[in-house]
């Protein structure tokens, strides 16, 4: 029997981070008539690919505001909902390996005080008393940033969930989006594979199907999906033997980061040649 009501405020498709995000936060903010539709499971899509670094450092003094709320709200969401996130906090620190780097790493510092983040500039001698692992040969200076993490993105997602639906929020799993109709009335027609909803805003965030969504209304959606791959490493008897979790470090000289992960390695390079992907559409069970 198909229990999908027929009338909501907000559908938002997609259940990865993005998607579940909104839920939550509309729930949150008092609207209570809003579903999220998920074809497949919550985070079945890029979500769980990804590294859950959870930084401060930016550039943009609106940005840095929401990095911080993100770090503060992932470090009470348990709390909250019952659900674990996986938060570590283990701070980060950023290289600078050439002069301009620490010129805008000062900018940066600024643009977080008046974020209410903290950020310190430290030298190569305070950056391996925080990182006895680290080789700093050829590094000026690092930006620390001590309430930077990482988490498990499912969990966080799930999370977000738990709460949304806490407060009212609907969650529509294994349900694919087939069409979204604009209506005479200003609303939308989204059809689904469970049954067809009328609602006052449709939010896109399919994730690496949002171009495919996007053109159910005629919307080139300017998102690529690009292959990146990230290692893994065993356990590593020196990571063994540290009294404490290290800071993830991003390194611009090797272009990746690299974090803590169980007693190894998590270390994610930004290829420079990058492939993209999926650019004739993605099948819809991938």
């Known amino acids: 029997k198909n229990l999908m009501k027929s009338h909501a405020q907000v559908v938002v498709i997609g259940g990865g981070a993005m998607g579940v995000g909104l839920l939550y936060h509309l729930a949150q903010e008092g ?79 600024g643009v977080l005080q008046l974020a209410g983040a903290e950020c310190h500039l430290i030298g190569p001698d305070e950056i391996r008393k925080l990182h006895p ?24 997602t799930n999370a977000m969930a738990a709460g949304a639906k806490m407060r009212g929020a609907e969650i529509i799993r294994h349900n694919r989006v ?41 919307l080139k959606v300017p998102i690529v999906n690009m292959v990146h791959q990230y290692l893994v490493t065993e356990s590593i008897l020196e990571v063994n033997d540290l009294e404490k979790e290290i800071p993830v470090v991003r390194d611009p000289w090797s272009s990746c980061y690299y974090r803590q992960e169980q007693q190894g390695l998590v270390i994610g ?12 559409g993605i099948d819809w069970t991938f």
């Open 178 to 218: 087939t069409d979204i109709n604009p209506l005479a009335s200003g609303e939308w027609e989204v059809v689904t594979e469970q049954g067809t909803v009328i609602c006052e805003h449709v939010v896109n965030a399919a994730g690496s199907f949002a171009g495919q969504v996007g053109e159910m209304v005629g």
């Open 31 to 109: 609207w209570k008539d809003v579903m999220l539709i998920e074809k497949g499971e919550l985070t079945s899509g890029s979500t769980w690919h990804a590294a859950g670094l959870v930084p401060h450092f930016i550039g943009s003094l609106n940005m840095a505001k929401v990095h911080r709320y993100g770090s503060e709200l992932y470090q009470v969401l348990e709390a909250e909902t019952g659900q674990a996130t996986g938060w570590h906090a283990c701070g980060a620190i950023r290289l600078a390996v050439k002069q301009d780097e620490g010129d805008w790493f000062q900018y940066v510092q």
């Open 269 to 280: 390079p930004y290829e420079m040649n990058a492939e993209a992907w999926g650019l004739d």
């Open 133 to 156: 692992l680290l080789d700093t040969k050829g590094v000026l200076m690092g930006a620390y940033t001590p309430n930077d993490g990482h988490t498990d993105p499912s969990g966080i």
